[in-house]
């Protein structure tokens, strides 16, 4: 897992069930099974991270999220978990309604396209930003929704979603100083725990 998701670990109980949509090659889940003796799934499109998955001996299906999760009862899991995919879904607010559903709680990690640097590409070079964080050119990115720290706050609020933990996340001087105090401007990376 990543040093700077440490903390989500945190967030999810010894031995839960827990469901990770887009689980890349599944290095978060093989965390938390060894830290957390989880009981852990992955949902994954890409035949190369689905092969990975299963090298790891991680529980992997293979689903498109974008078709639904339909196959999955109410509270199916303690947890469901997205890391940077939720701007890539085709109906970002349907699919956080399908996870608070048959999970009792989730966590969400996207990339604050309110974040001041891309704010300041955009502004000055007249292009959309090609970062670290977003890697791609305007025409090939996953990438379909582009919304704030702010945008996810108001939807939250709209939804009737509680919001039981938020982190806001930041590289570089001086936004690991400023990042919590103007969070839609400052922070890069913003993850969210959530319940019903």
């Not at 009981?39 to 974008?66: H, K, R, T």
């Not at 947890?79 to 969400?108: F, K, N, S, W």
């Amino acid at each position: 897992m990543s040093q700077n998701y440490s903390f989500i670990s945190d967030w999810i109980a010894p031995g839960s069930r827990v469901l990770d949509l887009g689980c890349g090659d599944g290095a978060l889940l093989q965390s938390l099974q060894q830290q957390h003796n989880i009981l852990g799934y992955g949902l994954e499109i890409d035949p190369d991270s689905i092969n990975q998955c299963i090298a790891n001996g991680i529980n992997v299906i293979e689903q498109d999220v974008n078709k639904g999760l339909t196959n999955f009862s109410d509270g199916s899991f303690d947890a469901v978990v997205m890391t940077q995919a939720l701007q890539a879904m085709r109906y970002p607010h349907l699919v956080l309604d399908e996870m608070l559903r048959i999970g009792r709680e989730c966590i969400i990690t996207f990339p604050n396209f309110g974040y001041w640097r891309t704010r300041a590409y955009l502004n000055f070079r007249g292009r959309m930003p090609v970062t670290k964080q977003l890697a791609y050119q305007w025409y090939d990115t996953p990438n379909i929704h582009f919304f704030t720290y702010a945008d996810f706050e108001a939807l939250c609020l709209e939804r009737s979603i509680n919001v039981l933990h938020r982190q806001c996340i930041a590289e570089h001087f001086p936004d690991t100083q400023l990042k919590n105090l103007w969070p839609n401007l400052f922070t890069q990376t913003a993850v969210y725990h959530l319940s019903r």
